[in-house]
């Protein structure tokens, strides 16, 4: 029933931006938490920005300033604009939905991943 779809992946060199999408199929009401997280060869997946309660957001330490997380209601789909992006931003990056949360329990939707690499 659920389905997220991300876009927008692709190669770039250091100081390059790519803007990822997500459209999501239901309504993005229906979520309590969606954000965007990644997973680099032979690392934990990591959350990168995220919704985490209504408007509120939160980012990584390492990219506040570069990254801005976004949506559109009406479209249903959710945005991760990364501008200088760097060598280390280099990951399979996945769209995320969760409904019900942390304390009372939750189920997460995830996206297939779109991957990000960022070379000279």
């Known amino acids: 029933q659920v389905q997220l779809v991300e876009s927008g992946g692709g190669s770039v060199q250091p100081g390059g931006s790519l803007r990822l999408s997500c459209a999501v199929s239901?309504?993005?009401?229906?979520?309590?938490?969606m954000g965007w997280y990644r997973q680099a060869p032979g690392k934990q997946r990591e959350l990168v920005a995220v919704?985490?309660?209504?408007?509120?957001?939160n980012y990584a330490d390492s990219v506040k300033g570069r990254f801005t997380i976004s949506r559109d209601n009406a479209k249903n789909t959710m945005y991760l604009q990364m501008n200088n992006l760097k060598p280390e931003d280099t990951a399979v990056y996945y769209c995320?939905?969760?409904?019900?949360?942390?304390?009372?329990?939750?189920?997460?939707?995830w996206g297939q991943g779109t991957q990000v690499t960022v070379s000279s």
């Open positions: 995320n939905a969760d409904r019900g949360t942390v304390v009372a329990g939750r189920t997460r939707y």
């Open positions: 239901g309504s993005i009401f229906s979520f309590d938490a």
């Open positions: 919704y985490s309660s209504g408007t509120d957001t």
